[in-house]
């Protein structure tokens, strides 16, 4: 729909980001979003990362366990490396602006194109007239999270392009309509070796906090023991590993495992195959599970660490949210005025 649409250069760099606040972190939001977040904070743009929890509560979302849900991710934020002094972290609840400019993008992006949202119809399932208008509205509310930032670059996996070529067309038919050149059009970074982690049962089906079967996930707060007996437990082929990635292309689980070793040691697939090419998963599970113990369990501690605090983890997302207002609230007026409302 907007290839070949450039984003605008008039805009300041600015990373933002958002996880769900509904569950467990997977190893998936790990690879394909929060190491990434770090990583670009780290070089020093601008970044914005928050707990999306009015997203979260599209659907049921237990109350009680909603604000655990909220301070954990907060934990998994700090403890992934991104630093709430460098960065800013907040939940999205405490800035209403992005409630505010949701709005407006309701009334700016068309039925059609919600309806063509595959996480919609995966979500909705048969029983769409059942389930709720937030749901069937959240690439708006999604989109208004970025844009109410004037963000230029947006970290993800892939599973949210589409989400993000909206993000686009809703930028450019809201500057179309009005005549400006007010919203950037921003750019997906859906970089590195595992923007889609697979699930360790169903190398067809992504690795999902919803998936039903635990065993097709790693949790970032599995204990060592559940990490290596998933891996060895993770569904492969007979097959010895090959020397270089095209010999992976019709073996998904063998190319997720591959893909997984990859992120997690910052190589890249070539170079991993280059030293692992060759070896039965019998040699590699092992050295996957060594690894994926070496880099998850200091994240998992600190975050258990961090829990035992929750009133420093509430100061640090009302902290993040004045930061955040103090970017959106400007934008948000200028929003209003530009659509004719009287300030
Ligand atoms: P959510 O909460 O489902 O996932 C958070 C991030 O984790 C990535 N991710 C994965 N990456 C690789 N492999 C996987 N198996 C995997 N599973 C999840 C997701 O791509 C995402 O980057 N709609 C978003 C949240 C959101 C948002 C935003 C994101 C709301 N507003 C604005 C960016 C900008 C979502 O549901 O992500």
Redesign the pocket.
């Known amino acids: 729909m907007t290839e070949g649409v450039q984003t605008s250069p008039a805009f300041t760099p600015r990373v ?5 606040p509904s569950g467990g972190l ?1 190893l ?2 790990y ?3 929060l190491k990434r977040f770090a990583d670009s904070q780290n070089k020093g743009v601008e970044s914005i990362f928050c707990m ?1 929890d009015m ?1 979260a509560i599209t659907v049921w979302q237990d109350p009680d366990a909603l604000r655990r849900q909220t301070r954990e991710l907060t934990a998994g934020f700090i403890a992934s490396g991104v630093d709430p002094e460098k960065s800013i972290l907040f939940n999205q609840s405490q800035v209403s602006a992005h409630a505010e400019l949701a709005w407006i993008f309701n009334c700016v992006a068309r039925m059609g194109w919600m309806q063509r949202m595959t996480q919609w119809k995966d979500k909705a399932g048969k029983n769409q007239q059942n389930a709720s208008l937030g749901l069937f509205a959240y690439p708006a509310l ?1 989109a208004a ?2 844009l109410v930032y004037h963000a230029t670059e ?1 970290p ?5 392009k589409q ?1 993000l070529e909206l993000t686009r067309d809703i930028a450019i038919k809201f500057n179309n309509d009005f005549g400006v050149d007010f919203f950037p059009i921003t750019e997906p970074k859906i970089e590195g070796a ?4 697979m699930s360790l049962r169903d190398g067809s089906k ?3 906090k919803s998936d039903p079967s635990d065993m097709s996930r790693i949790n970032m707060t599995d204990d060592a023991d559940t990490i290596a007996n998933k891996i060895r437990k993770a569904r492969t082929d007979p097959d010895a590993l090959p020397s270089e990635a095209k010999g992976l292309e019709d073996r998904p689980e063998a190319r997720n495992l591959v893909n997984i070793y990859a992120a997690l040691s910052d190589m890249t697939v070539d170079q991993v195959l280059t030293d692992v090419g060759g070896k039965q998963f019998s040699e590699f599970k092992p050295m996957l599970s060594d690894l994926a113990v070496e880099k998850l369990s200091p994240i998992s501690m600190e975050m258990a660490r961090l829990m035992e605090h929750p009133d420093e983890i509430d100061a640090i997302l009302r902290r993040g949210a004045e930061r955040a207002r103090a970017i959106a609230n400007p934008i948000i007026e200028r929003t209003f005025e530009i659509v004719g409302m009287i300030r």
Do not use: W
């Open positions: 933002f980001s958002g996880i769900q997977t998936g939001n690879l394909g979003a999306v997203h999604m999270d970025i947006v993800v996996g892939e599973d949210q989400h595992a923007t889609r982690v992504k690795m999902s």
